[in-house]
């Protein structure tokens, strides 16, 4: 069955570099949700979308932005990167009523801020 | 606003025993309920979700949790560890009522060790 891809799987930047990445949900899944896991923290809630729109924002930095586009597919673009922003992001989709149907994850993106 | 509390940030466990991980949600309502697992450096994966019906949820790999409203507890079980469960894992909340829009509220982990 098809999975939510992240890509890249690893990404190393520079501070203050700008990095961008991109999550393809699960067909016919329209929302998508955007997770930042710290070393050894659990996972903390960015920003999700619905039918290409924002839905929900959780802490995420204003140096970070993102969209859903047409195809459903998101992209989550962070500037000037910190050294604090080193983490794993994980994307995940669901059917719009995500908490009866459930969430699926990708397999997450490391981003390493040099 | 949705929290999830899980007491015990490390369980260590022989193999063969019991597995018991607590989590513990505060919530008005009855929320949904998620037990994800993580291995070092991969995605999280879920495990078993309570959303209505029965209280007793069956998941993968032979865990179980229950829903007890009384208690706002959703406690993770498995009768036998095995070698291969020792991994993160991580209880989960969403709120039905909050529009449709539910972002999954994550507790802070439990790191299970297995020993032979």
């Known amino acids: 069955a098809a999975g939510v891809i992240q890509s890249p799987r690893h990404l190393i930047k520079e501070k203050r570099e700008t990095a961008t990445l991109k999550c393809y949900p699960i067909p016919r899944h329209d929302t998508v949700y955007w997770y930042q896991q710290g070393p050894g923290q659990d996972p903390q809630f960015l920003i999700s979308?619905?039918?290409?729109?924002?839905?929900d924002k959780g802490s995420i930095p204003d140096r970070f932005s993102a969209q859903q586009f047409s195809d459903y597919h998101s992209e989550l673009n962070m500037s000037s990167l910190e050294l604090g922003d080193s983490a794993l992001y994980f994307c995940?989709?669901?059917?719009?009523?995500?908490?009866?149907?459930?969430?699926?994850f990708g397999s997450g993106t490391r981003l390493t801020v040099v | 606003a949705q929290s999830v509390t899980q007491l015990g940030s490390h369980v260590s466990v022989s193999e063969g025993a019991l597995v018991l991980l607590r989590c513990n949600y505060s919530s008005s309502v009855p929320p949904y309920l998620f037990w994800y697992v993580q291995y070092p450096n991969q995605g999280l994966q879920l495990l078993l979700k309570?959303?209505?019906?029965?209280?007793l949820v069956k998941g993968i790999n032979g865990f179980e949790a229950e829903f007890k409203k009384s208690e706002t507890s959703f406690h993770l079980t498995k009768p036998s560890a095995h070698m291969s469960d020792a991994a993160e894992y991580f209880c989960a909340v969403s709120d039905p009522f909050s529009g449709g829009y539910n972002k999954l509220i994550f507790g802070a982990g439990t790191r299970l060790a297995v020993h032979p």
């Open positions: 309570y959303t209505t019906g029965a209280t």
């Open positions: 979308f619905y039918e290409k729109m924002q839905s």
């Open positions: 995940a989709s669901s059917p719009r009523a995500g908490g009866n149907y459930g969430y699926t």
